[in-house]
């Protein structure tokens, strides 16, 4: 359970010369979470075996976040009342949960909600290049470098991928790499949480701003609720 450690305590050390950046108040929770999750990296990264929620529910119209799968295994990642279960090594196996999980379906009380499918091209490489301008004896020359970018476009997620959910208290929706999985679920009810789950290896990494992506339209991070005066 302990083999994400390897990859995840090896960040070299902050200069003192660099500016504190004010964290998150968000985080993964070690309150509600398995016995055997190990949550590092500041309440962001979570591997080991179980499920484990964030300290803020979703109380805004519209919620997004994002998870990277740092590492393959079996993972979930969605939404999840306080009452899941935090032991289960995968989501959306009981009233409370609703997960998409690496078995590529979307799970709700033990029950397949979707299967992806996945789509006849698969992996491509693509290559972006960037002009730049050099000069040589004083007259500007034009130069191409070019960088290679793997793209995901089976529609099943893999390693290195990233995962945005997105809630409005109508529908949960999925994307991979920024592009909508169209296999929206409805009816997601009670005091919501994000959550994700791991087993078998698998590391994910929560991300509550910064995004990778671009959110959908008026979706936002999730924000704490504050009491009126």
């Not at 300290?55 to 079996?74: C, D, H, M, N, R």
């Not at 979930?76 to 289960?88: E, H, K, V």
């Not at 000069?135 to 793997?150: E, K």
Request: aromatic share 6%; hydrophobic share 35%; net charge negative.
């Amino acid at each position: 359970m302990f083999c994400c450690l390897k990859t995840c305590l090896n960040d070299p050390n902050n200069s003192h010369n660099i500016p504190l950046i004010q964290e998150n108040p968000i985080c993964l929770d070690t309150s509600h979470m398995g016995h055997e999750v190990v949550v590092i990296k500041g309440g962001t990264r979570a591997c080991g075996s179980g499920c484990c929620l964030t300290t803020a529910p979703l109380v805004q119209s519209k919620s997004y976040f994002e998870v990277k799968i740092q590492q393959a295994g079996q993972w979930s990642i969605g939404l999840a009342t306080r009452q899941t279960n935090f032991n289960n090594t995968k989501g959306g196996q009981d009233k409370e949960s609703w997960c998409l999980c690496s078995d590529n379906a979307v799970y709700h009380n033990g029950k397949e909600v979707y299967k992806l499918e996945e789509k006849s091209t698969a992996i491509t490489s693509t290559v972006v290049v960037d002009n730049m301008v050099e000069l040589q004896d004083n007259a500007p020359i034009t130069t191409a470098s070019a960088t290679t970018t793997v793209l995901n476009t089976s529609g099943i997620p893999q390693e290195g991928d990233t995962i945005g959910v997105s809630f409005d208290h109508i529908d949960l929706n999925f994307y991979l790499n920024g592009k909508n999985l169209e296999i929206p679920v409805h009816h997601v009810k009670g005091a919501i949480y994000p959550a994700i789950w791991v087993d078998d290896g698998a590391i994910l990494d929560i991300i509550l701003d910064n995004f990778s992506y671009q959110p959908p339209p008026g979706f936002d991070r999730i924000m704490i609720e504050q009491s009126l005066l």
